[in-house]
């Protein structure tokens, strides 16, 4: 008797650890929206990804949906996917102009149809198969494509004609709608979308370049009265959907075929839903008191100005010469030091805590570790220049025009040109003093000083080296170039 119940007891203990073993083979899929959650692209796609996942058995993918941006919100994607904080995350493509300029291409008037640029997307070496290659170079995979159509300006006064945004302060999500804002004569600011109803409220802002759908979830019929959908003088509104390189890649074979067949099918899904209901909504609109003026592709007149500056402006890349190209180069070879480095340290701190744990701690982990962060800091300062990423306050430049915020540009860059050559030129006195008397660390590495003061001077090189390369492109390209949007959210 006693064997037979210590025969059931292991069984059953079997059994569990079976069960749970089948429980901890489930791959789950965190996906992360922000925005309301009455928006076509939360609302219809996550139950449409939901289904695609359960048709495409057998995987074992569990799907997560953290909407609201509790994991990130949408100006946080560019770096949140890339860096890994974010697996899968719904994306604004206009926004990551910063991390994959070639989407500045969603800015650019197309004349194209809401039906033909889908067909522009889908086909053979078009417009998702080129972005697929650019965001994997940016260690990110883009998995589908959704085209919100032309966005939608929502105002108190009518705005029909380039002349009517003259004098305005008017709300835009990418930069190449800032370049729009300012050539008819009005000035491009930037909040974040769940501001976009205070400020028109408030008068912070004369009228709001949003995504069409928007309006809706945004009420901003209660704080505004007109709508004009410019068709595709101001370009398109491209939503997608986006997964970290590295976390995709890892998955088993099987579930991440099936996480990206689902995508894409219910990215179709998605596009379909859109074009279903933008008659509802503008019928809802204007049920609301709106007053919707929908403009078309042939409208010549809206179109001329318009393209005259983007085609010169919206991608300021295709100015480069091969010296900035090569100032550029040495920079991201500082970041990419700078990221092997932040690898090592790491590792390093892992190490440490581990055998401390033991109750076996190190004696140099500390002081490495330091080191490690100095290096990282000033390897990377050029690679942060190249992508604008130290922090500039500009709200007062953006409100200027374009020959104004030319002006400011060429000065801080001076300024940080001068600061840039005054720091090398002390780190260099530093090397060359203790290389001179052959100075250590007071430490128990006793680490030559020079070549902890070398990581100073290195940096300083490569921030001068970057400082150069955005005055050059500065005065090739004017304001343009350092023209930012900053919050990246549309909807």
């Not at 190190?362 to 690679?383: K, N, Q, R």
Request: proline share 5%.
């Amino acid at each position: 008797m006693t064997f037979l119940n210590t025969f059931r007891i292991a069984a059953t203990a079997t059994a569990l650890s079976l069960s749970a073993g089948a429980a901890l083979a489930q791959t789950t899929v965190p996906l992360a929206t922000w925005g309301g959650a009455n928006h076509v692209g939360v609302r219809q796609f996550v139950p449409a990804l939901e289904a695609a996942l359960k048709s495409g058995k057998p995987n074992t993918i569990t799907l997560q949906h953290f909407p609201g941006g509790q994991l990130a919100q949408d100006k946080d994607m560019p770096v949140g996917i890339p860096m890994g904080q974010v697996k899968l995350g719904w994306i604004t493509v206009n926004g990551w102009s910063g991390t994959v300029p070639d989407t500045r291409i969603m800015d650019a008037p197309t004349g194209l149809t809401m039906a033909q640029l889908d067909a522009v997307i889908d086909k053979p070496n078009g417009l998702m198969s080129v972005l697929q290659k650019k965001y994997s170079e940016k260690n990110a995979v883009l998995l589908g494509l959704a085209d919100l159509g032309p966005p939608a300006v929502v105002s108190k006064v009518a705005i029909k004609v380039p002349a009517d945004f003259a004098g305005k302060k008017v709300r835009v999500f990418s930069e190449g709608q800032a370049e729009a804002v300012r050539a008819f004569g009005g000035s491009p600011v930037t909040i974040p979308f769940a501001d976009v109803y205070p400020a028109m409220q408030y008068g912070t802002v004369d009228a709001a370049i949003i995504g069409f759908q928007g309006v809706d979830s945004q009420k901003m019929y209660e704080v505004a009265k007109f709508v004009l959908v410019p068709s595709s003088f101001l370009g398109t509104t491209m939503m997608g959907w986006a997964a970290n390189k590295q976390w995709l890649d890892k998955l088993p074979a099987g579930d991440k075929a099936a996480l990206v067949a689902a995508v894409d099918e219910a990215s179709h899904s998605n596009r379909k839903a859109i074009v279903a209901e933008i008659d509802d909504l503008t019928k809802a609109y204007r049920g609301r008191g709106m007053e919707v003026t929908i403009l078309q592709p042939d409208m010549r007149p809206c179109s001329s100005r318009r393209t005259e500056f983007s085609m010169a402006s919206t991608d300021p890349t295709t100015s480069r010469s091969g010296v900035v190209t090569a100032l550029e180069r040495l920079g991201d070879v500082g970041g990419w030091l700078s990221t092997l480095i932040a690898w090592l340290l790491a590792m390093t701190v892992t190490y440490d805590v581990v055998l401390r744990t033991l109750g076996l701690p190190t004696l140099w982990a500390a002081e490495v570790s330091i080191y490690l962060m100095i290096a990282m800091a000033f390897l990377g300062i050029g690679s942060t220049q190249n992508v604008d990423g130290h922090f500039r306050v500009t709200f007062v430049r953006d409100l200027c025009p374009a020959s104004v915020r030319k002006a400011l540009d060429i000065f801080a860059l001076l300024v940080t040109l001068g600061f840039a050559l005054a720091f090398t030129y002390g780190a260099w006195l530093l090397v060359s003093f203790s290389w001179m008397l052959n100075f250590t660390t007071s430490t128990i590495l006793h680490v030559p000083m020079w070549i902890l003061q070398g990581l100073l001077l290195v940096g300083g090189i490569l921030l001068v080296l970057a400082a150069i390369r955005d005055l050059l492109m500065v005065f090739a390209l004017g304001a343009a170039f350092r023209d930012r949007s900053g919050s990246g959210e549309v909807i």
